[in-house]
């Protein structure tokens, strides 16, 4: 069992970038036979970036919904430092209650766990593992893997402050000018919408020069494509 912990933790250890740790989630995913794992942080100049196995539509609805603001999980654990069952958080709230249907709709699971980080000058982090199970299955699963699931978070947490302190070494891809344009009109706050009607392009032609640049960026999301695209100095706001 401790081969394998070592075998699992390596694969955080390699990771040489975001989408190294993404692999890394994937894999841990399959191990475990869960639905999801995920790695999720806020660095010291606040940028959010995410490593993880939700599908995108469910990505791409908690970013458009600003979930983020209101999400039990979230604020559950900015309180907390030690591992917490998502049956501890609040969830008396209509929108908590809506929020978590939807969640369960997406395939993000009816059961979690997360872990919460802290690192230096501020930074926060998340790591997480969700299935569909009973109540006693999740209970089981947690309490064998709870102390090999801590030590997985620390690594995927190391691996992140190793990626910020080196900065990204890969040189700025090149965007075409209909990308960049898209890049910029998300970073401005425009919402998909607003920014097809800007460049004059359908919404689905927009989701082709997103999905363009997020792929050219190795980014796991829009919003991380966009904070990565500012960070590179390739748009500015």
Known sequence: MEEKLEALCESVQNAEDVGGLQHATEKLRDYYTISHV????????????????????????YVEKDYLRMDPV??????????????????????????YREAVDYGVGNQGLSIPIRGP???????????????????????????????????FNKKALEFERGGDSAPAPALS???????????????????????????????????AARHKLGALNTTHAVARALSRGLIVV
Request: with cysteine.
């Open 121 to 155: 000058s501020g930074q926060f982090a998340l790591f997480t593992v969700s299935d569909n199970s009973d109540d006693f299955a999740w209970a089981t699963f947690v309490d064998q893997n709870m102390r090999d699931l801590m030590i997985i978070a620390h690594e």
């Open 74 to 99: 979230i604020l559950g654990c900015l309180q907390r430092f030690n591992p917490v069952d998502w049956k501890e958080l609040d969830w008396s709230s209509r929108a908590a209650r809506a929020f």
């Open 177 to 211: 000018p209909r990308e960049l344009a898209a890049m910029a009109y998300l970073a401005k706050g425009m919402s998909r919408a607003q920014a097809a009607k800007e460049m004059e392009i359908s919404e689905h032609t927009l989701r082709v020069y997103i999905e």
């Open 38 to 61: 995920v790695y999720h942080w806020v660095n010291s100049v606040g940028e959010r970036f995410g490593a993880g196995t939700y599908n995108q539509d469910w990505v791409d609805r």
